[in-house]
């Protein structure tokens, strides 16, 4: 049973559009939800993230809107540019309250984008 | 600069074999992770460990062991390696406390294939 869902599992987009992605958890201790970006052949890398007590995160053409009720949030890029072609897994924890602080993973949105 | 460094990059093993994933890092964090990433399923945590000689059972750790020797080194134990162990391997790190302290720094990965 996955405690965080992501859709879609891929997406492609032209150069200039805003892609949006979305993501779920069912766990209402998840307090902090990173966006990890990963490139073919590399590690995950923090992209941006959020806690729970906000409901929007900017970070130049990267953007989290937080549903806390709904147990959702999304990421959106703006100006999507082809170097933005990449797996993106959204993430979720408890924070520092929890042993080790692990994180959940989702299954990931592998993002194309066309020049 | 790698501050995660893992080894081998790839690995091709035999079913019953004990295979053996190695992890290091300068990031002087106390923290290290064992990830498997499978189609389908993201990341997921096998080990962890947050001091020197002590490690702790993830999400799903059974058919793995792990070893934390120092600080610097963490290792992946696969005693009888078998085929639905083929996978990609991210270890990474974390620190304790302060700026950023909840983000994950993923070494490159090692690709293992179970024959």
């Known amino acids: 049973q996955q405690q965080v869902r992501q859709s879609p599992q891929s997406l492609t987009v032209w150069e200039g559009e805003t892609a949006i992605l979305n993501c779920s958890y069912e766990?209402?201790?998840?307090?902090?939800f990173p966006w990890y970006q990963q490139f073919p052949g590399e590690g995950p890398a923090l992209l941006i993230s959020?806690?729970?007590?906000?409901d929007k995160k900017e970070d130049g053409r990267f953007t989290i809107f937080f549903n806390k009720r709904e147990k959702k949030l999304s990421l959106h890029i703006t100006d999507s540019q082809p170097g933005d072609s990449a797996t993106y897994f959204c993430?979720?924890?408890?924070?520092?309250?929890?042993?080790?602080?692990?994180?959940?993973f989702g299954i990931g949105t592998r993002v194309l984008v066309r020049p | 600069e790698a501050a995660v460094t893992q080894s081998p990059r790839s690995k091709v093993a035999v079913t019953g074999g004990k295979v053996t994933l190695s992890c290091h890092q300068t990031?002087?964090?106390?923290?290290m992770y064992w990830y498997r990433q499978d189609t389908g399923h993201g990341l997921r945590l096998i080990h962890y460990?947050?001091?020197?000689?002590?490690?702790e059972k993830g999400d799903i750790p059974d058919g793995y062991k792990a070893s934390r020797p120092s600080q610097e080194n963490f290792s992946l134990i696969l005693e009888l390696a078998s085929l639905s162990q083929t996978a990609v391997y991210f270890c990474?790190?974390?620190?304790?406390?302060?700026?950023?302290?909840?983000?994950?720094?993923f070494g490159s990965g090692t690709r293992l294939t179970v024959l």
């Open positions: 990474a790190s974390r620190k304790t406390g302060g700026a950023f302290a909840e983000t994950l720094y």
């Open positions: 766990d209402s201790t998840f307090n902090y």
């Open positions: 959020i806690r729970s007590v906000s």
């Open positions: 993430a979720a924890s408890e924070g520092t309250n929890s042993a080790g602080n692990k994180l959940t």
């Open positions: 990031n002087n964090h106390d923290y």
């Open positions: 460990s947050y001091v020197a000689d002590s490690t």
